[in-house]
């Protein structure tokens, strides 16, 4: 009987957190033992919303489930995945403009560290359509954002 621990990161801004997001986690919960949602802290890049803020409102959607943990990191992304253990990169694709561009973050990973592996979750055409970006927007204009967001993240 083999017994490994197949531990999964999940990076990103997440700023915020949508329903796409959630949807990619879901469906790879049975392909992990673990799924680490790695919030990437840049220090260059000034986010609208506080890796606090983040941090909390994915914890609260997972506070249920002990397979799904939030960790935030600084370093490179494969050198994160060595440092917890993490043998995969999840990652979601909407259209071909997420493919070129995980497409050539995949392959450089690969590059630097060929032990690692990227996986690729295609999300559900209905949530094609939603990303932070679009939902920040929304916000700074005064709208209501509800319906992208898991329920659980009141904004
Ligand atoms: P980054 O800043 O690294 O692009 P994001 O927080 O924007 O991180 O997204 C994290 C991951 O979630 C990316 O792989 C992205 O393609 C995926 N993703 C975001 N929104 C959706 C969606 N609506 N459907 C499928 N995948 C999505």
Not at 16 to 44: M, W, Y
Request: with cysteine; hydrophobic share 35%; proline share 5%.
């Amino acid at each position: 009987m083999y017994k490994m621990s197949k531990i999964a990161i999940f990076p990103g801004s997440f700023s915020p957190f949508t329903l796409g997001h959630q949807s990619i986690v879901e469906r790879s919960l049975p392909l992990f033992d673990k799924i680490i949602i790695s919030i990437g802290v840049n220090a260059e890049k000034n986010e609208y919303f506080s890796i606090e803020e983040r941090e909390k409102w994915i914890e609260s959607v997972y506070k249920n489930n002990p397979k799904v943990e939030v960790k935030r990191y600084e370093e490179l992304t494969v050198d994160f995945c060595d440092k917890i253990g993490a043998k995969y990169i999840l990652r979601g694709l909407r259209d071909s403009h997420d493919f070129k561009y995980e497409k050539n973050i995949a392959q450089t990973n690969k590059d630097l560290n060929p032990d690692i592996e990227t996986i690729f979750i295609i999300g559900p055409a209905k949530l094609s359509h939603i990303s932070s970006t679009i939902i920040r927007d929304i916000i700074k204009n005064g709208g209501d954002v509800s319906q992208f967001l898991p329920k659980e993240i009141d904004l």
